[in-house]
Structures are given as structure tokens and as C-alpha cells.
């Protein structure tokens, strides 16, 4: 069975960091890209990065120059490094596997998800 496990969040500060990770299996790690979405309260589920199975990444504007996404092959997982964290990024934060190996922003494109961890950064 396709699995994802989501894990490393946390409370932090504005200004903190955190690394999230993804421990994927059941699947061929390398043939997959891989995302990571959040869903804030009272929010819509919007992507934040993705990584094609070669490792090209893609962050929407909100997140572009604070976090750094990267993919362990050996290990199956993968990385979201958070660092200048705002109040604005608190969400609970979900990987998810895209159906295809380039990868994409948009949700429609993954088809298993993992269970989420929540981020909560302090004013």
C-alpha cells in the first residue's frame, strides 16, 4: 500500500525554522514527484512546493527564497526546510504523491496523501 508520513512540525516563532519530513512507500520512490500542500483554519488546501522525481523543485510566491524542498532517494523521504517562518505560515501541512514524474501545483495532480502535521509560529 502507498504510504506517506508527515512529521517535524511544531511551534516555533516568527523568524524560527523547522524541517518537515515525508517518508514515503509502497511505490517507486524515484518515478513519483512529491508535494507539499497546507491547509490554514478557515482556509482553502493551497500547494506550497514540489519535487520531480530528478529533483526540480517548484514553491508558490508566499514561500519562494524561505523554503528549500529536497528529496533523500536512499531513504525515500522527503524534505521541506522552513526557515524565516511567519505567523502566516501556520497550516497543517500534508505530502502527497503526484500521479506523475514532473509534478505539479495543482492538488487534482496527486492521488495519495499523507496524514498532515501542524505548524503553529508565534508573533
Known amino acids: 500500500d502507498v504510504q506517506l508520513q508527515a512529521s517535524g512540525g511544531g511551534l516555533v516563532q516568527a523568524g524560527g525554522s523547522l524541517r518537515l519530513s515525508c517518508a514515503a512507500s509502497?511505490?517507486?520512490?524515484?518515478?513519483?514527484?512529491i508535494g507539499w500542500f497546507r491547509q490554514a483554519p478557515g482556509k482553502e488546501r493551497e500547494g506550497v512546493s514540489c519535487?520531480?522525481?530528478?529533483?526540480?523543485?517548484y514553491y508558490a510566491d508566499s514561500v519562494g527564497g524561505r523554503f528549500t524542498m529536497s528529496r533523500d532517494s536512499a531513504k525515500s523521504t522527503v524534505y521541506l526546510q522552513m526557515n524565516s517562518l511567519k505567523p502566516e505560515d501556520t497550516a497543517v501541512y500534508y505530502c502527497?504523491?503526484?500521479?506523475?514524474?514532473?509534478?505539479?501545483?495543482?492538488?487534482?495532480?496527486?492521488?495519495?496523501w499523507g496524514q498532515g502535521t501542524l505548524v503553529t509560529v508565534s508573533s
Open positions: 519535487i520531480s522525481g530528478i529533483g526540480d523543485t
Open positions: 509502497g511505490f517507486t520512490f524515484d518515478d513519483y514527484s
Open positions: 502527497a504523491k503526484d500521479r506523475t514524474f514532473y509534478g505539479s501545483e495543482s492538488a487534482r495532480s496527486y492521488d495519495y
